[in-house]
């Protein structure tokens, strides 16, 4: 036998072998998936799915206000910050040079909205702090969310917007929020997040306010009398969380650190609400 007849005989023996083994490794590689175990699987990615994809709200001015399928109490959207100076001692004054924002910003006589009245309306007389409180000579600048063991009169009632990190939603919103309510707001552009609370209301056809502590705490501008920042930033704001007030400033920051941990932190955040989604909120 010559040696090509005898390579040739050597590799028919050979192939029975090579057939056995492919049909070992097609079977190893391609697992059968039974029906039950597909559906399973199907379940799985819509869990996926639904805990990651917006689903709107509400729309309010440009901004869109979501919540995801799985967590209908936390709401989140991404808006500009303009500074709320309200319930600062120093706030308001007749002297507009004087106070941290402009008077015309509290109202106007007989439409006062920044400014306690001595009447409670807004077309009352403004109260201004005397000796003893805070600010003498100051007006009285009054917040939504109040100490109710206090006179209205007092100042110390109120929200102190320099000293605590809160965030304003327009009045009557459409979703189930409570004056008092947790708050994380995140800036993206430099990953600094700070806790919040809702302390107070403003018009309802725009969103995207907060305290002057807030804006320290994420590092922007803080100024009241300027026009806010260009630049817009994350609000994460959990329903049906309120503890009343008062509350130390530092539970405030940790409760509502845990509150946006416990929803997914900035992973979460990311994946429910990526730059791409909020550039697209303004086109639609």
């Known amino acids: 036998m010559n040696g090509q007849a005898k390579r040739k005989t050597m590799n028919m ?18 697992p059968r998936v039974s029906p039950g175990q597909t559906a399973l699987l199907q379940n799985d990615l819509k869990a996926i799915s639904d805990a990651t994809t917006p689903l709107r709200a509400l729309r309010i001015g440009t901004t869109n206000i979501y919540h995801l399928k799985e967590s209908k109490s936390v709401y989140f959207f991404e808006a500009k910050m303009q500074i709320n100076a309200d319930g600062a001692p120093k706030a308001y004054n007749k002297d507009t040079s004087l106070g941290l924002d402009n008077l015309a910003n509290a109202g106007s006589a007989g439409n006062w909205w920044g400014i306690v009245t ?8 403004p109260i201004l702090q005397e000796k003893g409180d805070p600010a003498p000579g100051f007006y009285v600048s009054g917040t939504t969310l109040q100490d ?17 990190p809160f965030y304003v939603l327009p009045k009557n919103i459409q979703i189930p929020m409570k004056i008092g309510d947790f708050g994380f707001v995140v800036n993206r552009s430099n990953n600094a997040g700070s806790g919040c609370i809702f302390a107070d209301v403003g018009p309802e056809d725009s ?16 100024d009241p009398k300027s026009e806010g920042s260009e630049e817009t930033y994350a609000y994460v704001i959990f329903s049906n969380t309120s503890l009343g007030w008062p509350l130390d400033p530092k539970f405030i920051t940790e409760h509502a650190k845990a509150l946006f941990a416990q929803w997914g932190g900035l992973p979460r955040l990311q994946q429910a609400m990526p730059k791409t ?8």
């Open 13 to 30: 023996r050979r192939s029975p072998h090579i057939i056995v083994l492919a049909t070992i490794l097609a079977t190893a590689t391609s």
């Open 207 to 222: 969103i995207g306010e907060g305290s002057i502590a807030l804006a320290k705490a994420i590092g922007i501008p803080s």
């Open 277 to 284: 989604l909020t550039r697209a909120d303004k086109r639609h």
């Open 118 to 125: 001595d009447t409670g309306n807004a077309d009352g007389k």
């Open 148 to 164: 109710s063991t206090k006179l209205d009169e007092d100042q110390k009632r109120y929200v102190n917007s320099e000293a605590i």
